[in-house]
């Protein structure tokens, strides 16, 4: 359930960011995003697939550095 409230969130985000260009809007778009990949790796690991849940985690983190990077630069 999570992981399909954080793709909406980020699809939504996409799409606005897409018709407005506003730059602002990226850092908020890479957090749900972040949370999004982070959500499909616990869920993963739950479910027993230990290389996709390592994926997902790195990617995840990947993610929120950018994020937390984008968000230094905006702010």
Do not use: C, W
């Not at 969130?9 to 972040?34: C, E, N, R």
């Not at 950018?66 to 905006?74: E, G, P, R, Y």
């Amino acid at each position: 359930m999570m992981r399909v409230i954080f793709a909406v969130i980020t699809f939504s985000l996409a799409v606005y960011l897409f018709i407005t260009v506003k730059d602002q809007v990226i850092p908020y778009m890479l957090f749900s995003f972040g949370a999004m990949v982070l959500v499909t790796g616990i869920s993963e690991l739950k479910e027993k697939r230990k290389t996709n849940a390592i994926i997902s985690f790195l990617v995840s983190a990947f993610v929120l550095f950018v994020f937390i990077n984008t968000f230094n630069a905006f702010h």
